[in-house]
């Protein structure tokens, strides 16, 4: 922990943006704005030409950037430079940018809709590396997370299910495709049994539709 005020970069393509957090964190003596940067990868140079102590405690981090996107730059600041804290400050509230930024090494989200006390009290609390989060992000972040759990590792899916939920996606019945994989009908049954237990769902045809909501099946 500094004795001085806590250290503040601020990273976002918007001149109107960085201007106006620049102008509002000068008001608040427990910080200082002592860096600026327009893209992710103007923010990387920057951070890498700086002696580790010029660097800012904390990185606020647009996402949606030109050249280098704020999780991209937010990974590579993290992989290195120790210490420093980087909260994501964005318009954006999809599953997926959440889960990428999170996993990138961003310790808060937060949308630039919120409060410019919710702001301050992200900043203090990043700098005590405490994640901040409201419950719509918290909300996203468990959503993203369970469907990328779902898609990378197909529900726990042993080979054959997959290629018998293709072919059940594919409109085929259990004669079918017993013939073509194969296998006898009772063998079928179990798999189609099996597929049911571990896609939690009922019959064939929400089979089908889960196998094609997941891109699948074309």
Known sequence: M???????????????????????????????VMAEACDGQQAVN??????????PHIILMDL????????????????????????????????DLVVEAIEAGAVSYVLKTVSAE????????????MPVMTGDVAQALTRGIR??????????????????????????????????????????KTHVSNLLMKCELEDRTQLAIYAHRQGWVS
């Open 2 to 32: 500094s004795n001085g005020p806590i250290k503040v970069m601020i990273v976002d393509d918007h001149d109107m943006v960085r201007m106006g957090l620049k102008t509002y964190l000068s008001l608040e003596p427990q910080f200082e």
């Open 46 to 55: 920057r951070i890498d030409e700086m002696q580790a102590d010029q660097r």
């Open 147 to 188: 469907q990328k759990t779902v898609q990378g590792d197909t529900a726990g899916l042993t080979d054959r299910e997959k290629e018998v939920l293709l072919l059940i996606a594919e409109g085929k019945s259990n004669k079918e495709i017993g013939e073509e994989l194969h296998i006898s009908i009772k063998t079928v």
């Open 118 to 129: 919710e702001l301050i009290y992200a900043l203090q609390g990043a700098y005590r590396g």
């Open 64 to 95: 949606m950037m030109p050249n280098m996107n704020g999780a991209e730059a937010t990974r590579l600041i993290n992989a290195r430079h120790e210490g420093i804290k980087i909260i994501i400050l964005t318009s954006f509230l999809e599953d």
